[in-house]
């Protein structure tokens, strides 16, 4: 089955500095996701993006997140200045066109630890 | 507010007995609803999903979920567990039909014993 790639799988940053989450999504997908765990519990919508813009986004996405979409395979999280209650599993997630009531295919994670 | 609620933190079954899940969940409209499995390290996979149609729905591994709309429940079910369905069980929704946005629940842990 095609996966979906996340890099790295481990992010140590100190506070303050930015940080790029990269994820690779399925190739002929076109609905994108960027979800966050803490601590291995409730796993929280950031952010979906469809045609290279945001389609919804939460009420932790604010001014210091953005996501971009460069060159048509990756897909970016950046945090501009990192927190420390930034630090979570940061999870992309991509589907089809076929209907948002598709399954979403994630990939395996990025641990983001800020010191 | 669109919402999902998994009211048991920790399930413990033994092996062979049937197994149930716990999700209810508060939209407006049609819901759409979700389950997905993730193991350590890895990772949401996807069991299954209600759209419309038959109250009960079959996925992966022989897990089904039952939809109920006067109760707005979506339980997951097992009838036989097994050791390696062990791990972290989340219910989704998404909010509308016109969103993209799909909302997680706060998990239950699925913990078979031998």
């Known amino acids: 089955e095609p996966e979906v790639t996340q890099t790295p799988s481990h992010q140590v940053t100190q506070m303050g500095q930015e940080v790029i989450l990269r994820c690779v999504p399925i190739?002929?997908?076109?609905?994108f996701y960027w979800y966050r765990q803490i601590l291995g519990q409730k796993v929280e919508f950031l952010v979906s993006f469809y045609n290279n813009e945001i389609s919804e986004k939460s009420e932790i996405f604010d001014d210091q997140f953005s996501v971009e979409r460069p060159d048509g395979s990756n897909f970016t999280l950046k945090i501009r200045s990192t927190k420390l209650e930034d630090s979570a599993m940061y999870f992309c997630?991509?589907?089809?066109?076929?209907?948002?009531?598709?399954?979403?295919?994630f990939g395996s994670g990025t641990q983001l630890s800020v010191l | 507010a669109q919402s999902v609620a998994q009211p048991e933190d920790q399930v413990n079954v033994a092996e062979g007995n049937p197994l149930t899940v716990k999700c209810t969940y508060s939209v407006s409209g049609n819901p759409y609803l979700f389950w997905y499995v993730q193991y350590p390290n890895r990772g949401l996979q996807f069991l299954l999903k209600y759209i419309t149609g038959d109250n009960l729905v079959k996925g992966s591994y022989g897990f089904e979920a039952e939809f109920n709309k006067s109760q707005t429940s979506f339980h997951l079910k097992k009838p036989s567990a097994l050791v390696s369905d062990s791990a972290l069980y989340f219910c989704?929704?998404?909010?509308?039909?016109?969103?993209?946005?799909?909302?997680f629940g706060s998990g239950t842990r699925l913990s078979i014993r031998p």
């Open positions: 997630a991509s589907t089809t066109r076929a209907g948002y009531n598709e399954k979403l295919f």
């Open positions: 190739s002929n997908h076109l609905y």
């Open positions: 989704a929704v998404r909010v509308s039909s016109s969103a993209s946005k799909i909302i």
